[in-house]
């Protein structure tokens, strides 16, 4: 094939244009053609996620205003003279980095194999049978199969098209779907109108249908118009953004710090040099230069734990938010059930058939019950073969009708009309000499409502009033034992094209069990624990959905429970009073459609609550768009709910949800904690040096010494901080109020008192060295710097939430604590007793009674810190 496409493939037949593209629909590409087209147009992608590259990421970690102030610092030293200072400056340099470098392609590895993870597929036929590949490796020419719910990943020229109709608003603007058929049009028919076509981007509403390729990637038309083309940029989280902006804040403060000292210093006449090294490196020991570097390793780390826990994070913003999540709005089906269905009785006029274990199923010829398995089989589009694809509900029909010894032929199969969701009812038609039988099934309302007769043993009888009381009562009866339910029905005529749903004669009613999930009690009940709400909203019969709910735990023995029918119009903005305060106490809502979800969602946003919504359906998009966090189905759902989420269960599991919150308050947690540590030991380096020189102190700390600590020394620690697990009794705090800072007034005062009393012990370790122990200032420098760099190390260890307890919450249980602690320990005593390290960063060693003493004062904050957040009083913010 050449690599020319066609120009106008709206206007040429499909067999035309397959001849074109040299693919025989049957059978579409083989595997070696494919790979060889892939090679010519390359990957369907619109935008080039070019990851950064290994240079740029370098000499990003040089790029800052510390980085240029450490750089003026090292000049100045080397034109004094003083080259092993500005040497060291140099490699402190290099070491900081380093680590950010590593940090960062760690990160950009971990956001890569999730990117891969949520990747969208795309179902083709090649080599003559049906496979599903990664999206980006679709090649013109190959065939595509297209489902309602799925998201068209190629400009297409449908081959055949049922009942297709697809959204195509970002193309065209247009928000009403458009009906799709095979048919050619005019090669200069307006876009919108080239109805033969399905394009990229665009989604499938209903219907079902098959397509060759004829563009991929930017030679689609959503790639020739879209604005997508730029570069995509890595998003900031608001997160970050906060962070950044706090970073900001406190280099203002700081450096209005460092000025003082400065200043101070002159007055009291200390040398010009020192000064404006002291200066530069009080700016440095303000800056919490580690802050950005460990919060992109922990956000990242944190969407993998939730990746390996089978949540895939589509928005990395919704990592924070998860943790603020209040209130849970789950649908049902598959999400607290396991969504494997099994038949279990049948109802017809002549009788219950209750269906058990997995033996042949017995019915007598013309029986209802034999009516009901072939209905069942017949108005179905599940595929029972090797793969077992399609609704769990309909493949239980199939297994049922197969035990009965009924196996319809699709071929029969003359037109279907798919499930209608506002209805609430499906029908396919099928060939049945002399007529065409309409096999239809659905909610049995919807059924009982719509039909006028019901079938029995001896023929049709009309259903009147009180036959359809009777019927609703049989359905409310099988509801209340959690079983789902649906009816099924049949009408006979003389042409296929006659409107489906009317006139029809009830068979039988089905009962279907569908098991809790196995973990779902318990992680509602977790969730109650952590303050948060559970509701359910579902499509199922009322009866059903209260019966799970109550087994589920989502309410007591009395469920509040509303029906769809009820909210009908609902306005989330200005409801009704008292059906807004049943609305606000119900704790599942049953039939209820997509744009009564909409309103439920901003309804209880209103009220105040950050909002988790699950969803899967086409229609379900507005919604979870709308939720604070919208919640797809990685298995169930349609790839259209899929995009429109924030977050994706690989595992369909309500319980996956809860771990997923669970880990986003371990994130926010983790990147409080690091905050408050890095600033507290920040905040005690500028006062140590600052109150010193004001009090006339000989400079307890050098401008080294402090890079040193704070480039290299505090950063470990910081990052084992943001890599904890979280503590057993964040799962017992209410949910934390989405608008809370993460540097509160609570954060601050620990901050305040922390750093103070590093500092505190720090200074007075100083003065103990020089009055005391009569050690020279170089050797009392020492024991400052031990002092303050140990106090720091143990500082990790006042990081918990106040309130909490040492042994169950600490930081003890975080084996990366340990592990920056004897990393840091190891580095500590290099920079003593390594010569050359020791002389450049002027550290003679103490003897044994300053080492003492150091590690002795060193104590004093931790002991502070233990006793301040043991305190019950202390629990201001939990
Ligand atoms: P959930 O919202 O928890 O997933 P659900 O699957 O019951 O529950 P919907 O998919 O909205 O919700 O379905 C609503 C009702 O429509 C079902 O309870 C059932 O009675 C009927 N129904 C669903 N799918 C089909 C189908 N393929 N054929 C016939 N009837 C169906």
Request: include cysteine; proline fraction near 6%.
């Amino acid at each position: 094939m050449s690599s020319r496409l066609p120009d106008t493939p709206h206007s040429l037949s499909p067999d035309t244009l397959a001849d074109r593209l040299e693919v025989t629909p049957a059978k579409g590409l083989t595997a070696s053609e494919a790979a060889r087209r892939l090679a010519v147009f390359g990957p369907n992608h619109l935008r080039s996620l070019r990851p950064r590259s290994l240079v740029a990421m370098l000499l990003h970690q040089f790029r800052s205003v510390v980085v240029y102030l450490l750089a003026g610092a090292a000049l100045l030293a080397f034109a004094l003279g003083d080259i092993p200072e500005a040497l060291a400056i140099g490699v402190v340099l290099l070491i900081n980095g380093a680590i950010g470098f590593v940090t960062e392609w760690r990160a950009q590895r971990s956001m890569e194999a999730l990117r891969h993870i949520a990747e969208t597929r795309t179902r083709v036929r090649r080599d003559g049978g049906g496979a599903v590949i990664p999206a980006q490796d679709l090649v013109p020419g190959d065939i595509v199969l297209l489902e309602a719910g799925d998201m068209v990943t190629a400009d297409l020229r449908l081959i055949r098209a049922a009942g297709l109709q697809c959204d195509e608003s970002v193309l065209t603007g247009e928000s009403l779907p458009v009906d799709k058929d095979s048919a050619a049009v005019a090669a200069d028919m307006p876009l919108a109108d080239r109805t033969g076509m399905a394009w990229k981007g665009t989604a499938v509403t209903r219907g079902t249908a098959e397509g060759i390729v004829t563009g991929t990637g930017m030679a689609t038309e959503i790639g020739r118009i879209s604005q997508l083309v730029q570069e995509a940029r890595p998003e900031a989280t608001p997160l970050e953004a906060r962070l950044d902006r706090l970073g900001h804040k406190l280099v203002r403060l700081m450096l209005g710090l460092a000025a003082i000292t400065i200043l101070a210093g002159v007055i009291r006449g200390y040398p010009l040099a020192e000064i404006v090294q002291t200066g530069v490196a009080l700016a440095v020991a303000a800056v919490p230069e580690g802050l950005p570097v460990v919060a992109t390793l922990c956000l990242a780390r944190g969407m993998w734990r939730m990746a390996r826990r089978n949540a895939v994070i589509n928005r990395l913003a919704s990592v924070e938010t998860l943790g603020a999540t209040t209130l849970i709005l789950t649908d049902k089906t598959g999400t607290l059930t396991e969504n494997r269905m099994t038949v279990t009785r049948y109802v017809t006029e002549d009788g219950a058939t209750e269906i058990a274990g997995s033996g042949p199923v017995t019915a007598a010829a013309d029986s209802p019950l034999s009516r009901a398995l072939q209905i069942g089989a017949l108005c179905n589009s599940a595929d029972d073969g090797a793969e077992q694809a399609g609704d769990p509900m309909e493949l239980a029909l199939l297994a049922v009708a197969k035990r009965a010894g009924i196996a319809p032929d699709p071929g029969t199969r003359v037109a279907e009309h798919a499930f209608d969701p506002e209805r609430r009812m499906m029908a396919h038609v099928h060939i049945e000499s002399p007529w065409f039988l309409y096999a239809v099934k659905g909610a049995p309302e919807a059924i009982v409502s719509a039909s006028n007769h019901v079938l029995t043993s001896r023929g049709r009888v009309s259903l009147d009033a009180e036959a359809r009381a009777r019927w609703l009562a049989r359905v409310e009866a099988m509801a209340d034992e959690g079983l789902r339910c649906l009816a099924l029905a049949m009408k006979q005529a003389d042409r296929a094209d006659a409107p489906p749903y009317d006139g029809l004669t009830l068979v039988a009613l089905v009962a279907l069990a569908d098991p809790l999930r196995a973990e779902v009690p318990d992680a509602i009940a977790d969730c109650h624990r952590a303050g948060i709400r559970v509701v359910m909203l579902t499509g199922d019969h009322a009866a059903t959905a209260a019966r799970i709910a109550r087994d589920a735990g989502i309410a007591g023995d009395g469920p509040k429970v509303l029906e769809g029918r009820a909210l009908a119009g609902f306005d989330p903005v200005y409801p009704d009073k008292a059906l807004a305060s049943r609305v606000a106490a119900g704790d599942v809502f049953a039939r209820v459609d997509p744009e009564t979800k909409l309103a439920l969602v901003a309804f209880f946003q209103r009220a105040g609550h950050v909002v988790a919504m699950t969803g899967d359906g086409v229609n379900d998009a507005p919604a979870l768009g709308k939720a604070d966090i919208g919640i797809a189905m990685g298995q169930r759902g349609t790839q259209v709910a899929r995009e429109a989420a924030d977050v994706v269960l690989r595992d369909d599991s309500f319980a996956t949800i809860v771990a997923a919150v669970h880990e986003g308050r371990i994130i926010f947690d983790n990147i409080r904690k690091f905050v408050v540590y890095l600033m507290s030991c920040n905040i005690s380096e500028v006062l140590v040096v600052g109150l010193a020189v004001g009090i006339g102190l000989p400079a307890p700390l050098l401008p080294l010494q402090i890079l040193f600590l704070n480039l290299v020394t505090d950063v470990f620690p910081a990052f084992a901080l943001g890599l904890g697990r979280g503590s057993a009794s964040m799962a017992d705090r209410p949910p934390r109020d989405p608008a809370e800072p993460i540097m509160g007034r609570p954060e601050w005062t620990r901050v305040a008192l922390l750093g103070g009393a590093i500092t505190v012990a720090t200074l007075v370790a100083f003065a103990l060295a020089l009055l005391e122990l009569h050690l020279p200032t170089d050797q009392a420098v020492t024991v400052a710097f031990l002092t303050l760099a140990l106090a720091q190390l143990w500082n990790v260890f006042n990081a918990r939430q106040p309130g909490s307890r040492l042994l169950r919450d600490g930081e003890i249980r975080n084996p990366f604590v340990w592990g920056a602690l004897a990393l840091c320990l190891l580095l500590l005593a290099a920079a003593l007793w390594v010569p050359g390290l020791a002389a450049v960063l002027s550290l003679p060693t103490p003897g044994l009674s300053g080492l003492l003493l150091a590690l002795g004062m060193s104590l004093l904050p931790l002991l502070a810190g233990t006793l301040y957040l043991s305190r019950p009083a202390a629990a201001g913010r939990v």
